[in-house]
């Protein structure tokens, strides 16, 4: 009988209470199951993994690093080691260990464009204070600003109070504040979806209309999070499966030789806004078109005729199509497709529907043309985007 070669002891150091952590490990176990004869071992990254890296006699680490003396004493050790998500030991670009990373700029347009995509003229962000997650907040501040000021659009930034001391309420009104004091309506990026439940909280507290007169979009889509927020939190599903499928697969090529220098950069690009309530309202001064862009919202996934939109406001068919047009850039068929399209991401990624069932939920006829315009529009089937979502 052969024998079986033992497998590779890779060890984990991360928050297995975060839920963006959670989905990292996934991908890390899905690259596991299909390329890698790995025995995982997860340490959580909040107790002591300075003294865990010191100690650990494996094959591999993948570490979330967050702290410089635990960035020291990954590169100390000679065990191949990949650092993720963080990036704080390689904010002065520093440090040798390859690491992979969200693209916090790429996040920062998508949220920008999104908001922008909702006639705001203002916009805002939203982050965190103290050190865990600053590195990441610090990006995303300062790519959001950045964008924001290329196109001309004012921002405001807001991180909170530093004091360690500080209570939740304090925390809050201090928040609050700093929302009261905004000119209205403004879009909002919070830094993740804890922050954004956070911003909407500080909103009702101080009567600000949400979304009319603050939209807001938060980041890592963290459904619970997201439906229990009040109302239901728009985010950025930027894919921390992905991340660790990609972590993992540079690990295994250090392992065995591999071209994944030490040093190595690779970002993770995010996929796309799921919209929910919270950015659900367009900034628009022309009533008569933000009445129909609210019909179109409300009833773009079941029969909808030009006629129904028309019926629903107070225009002419045609002062409504070039005042629509005019202001959105969009047609008011285009319109109805593109709601019915961002609908049937939506209906993927959740992944328990059938196609079939995601084309009929969404407002299209078959799943033959649901899978054409679609792959019109991003480039690939509805079947290879729900894949895609699982690498």
């Not at 927020?229 to 950025?236: E, G, Q, W």
């Not at 129904?308 to 109805?336: C, M």
């Amino acid at each position: 009988m052969g024998q079986f070669a033992p497998p590779l002891q890779i060890a984990l150091i991360l928050d297995s209470r975060n839920f963006h952590d959670r989905k990292v490990v996934r991908g890390i176990t899905a690259y596991a199951q299909q390329h890698g004869n790995w025995s995982l071992h997860v340490e959580d990254s909040s107790t002591n993994p300075r003294s865990f890296v010191r100690s650990w006699a494996g094959d591999g680490i993948i570490a979330l690093v967050h702290s410089r003396p635990v960035a020291a004493a990954l590169e100390e050790t000679s065990i191949p080691t990949v650092g993720i998500q963080d990036g704080y030991a390689w904010s002065e670009k520093k440090a040798s260990l390859p690491y992979v990373a969200a693209d916090n700029e790429a996040i920062a347009r998508l949220a920008l464009e999104h908001l922008l995509q909702q006639g705001l003229k203002r916009v805002a962000y939203c982050g965190i204070s103290g050190k865990r997650g600053a590195f990441r907040c610090l990006e995303r501040s300062r790519a959001f600003k950045r964008l924001a000021a290329e196109k001309g659009v004012p921002c405001s930034t807001y991180t909170g109070s530093s004091k360690p001391r500080a209570t939740w309420a304090e925390s809050q009104a201090e928040l609050g504040l700093w929302l009261a004091a905004l000119k209205k309506p403004v879009g909002i990026m919070a830094y993740n979806d804890a922050r954004g439940r956070q911003v909407l909280e500080a909103c009702c507290s101080i009567g600000a209309r949400v979304p009319d007169e603050v939209a807001v979009v938060g980041v890592d889509n963290d459904e619970v999070i997201c439906e229990l927020s009040t109302p239901h939190l728009s985010s950025i599903e930027h894919s921390g499966r992905e991340l660790g499928y990609k972590a993992a697969m540079m690990l295994g090529n250090l392992i065995v030789g591999g071209a994944d220098s030490p040093g190595r950069e690779l970002r993770v690009a995010p996929h796309e806004v799921v919209a929910r309530h919270s950015t659900s309202t367009v900034a628009i001064v022309d009533d008569e078109v933000l009445a129909a862009l609210q019909f179109i919202r409300e009833r773009a996934c079941g029969p909808l005729q030009i006629s129904d939109i028309v019926s629903a406001t107070k225009s002419s068919r045609s002062t409504l199509k070039r005042r629509f047009k005019a202001i959105t850039g969009r047609t008011l068929l285009a319109e109805i497709q593109r709601v019915r399209l961002e609908r049937a991401k939506q209906f993927l990624a959740a992944g328990h529907l059938s196609l079939r069932q995601v084309a009929k939920k969404s407002g299209f006829c078959s799943v033959q043309y649901l899978s054409t315009v679609f792959r019109q529009h991003f480039g690939q089937t509805p079947r290879e985007y729900r894949q895609s979502l699982e690498t």
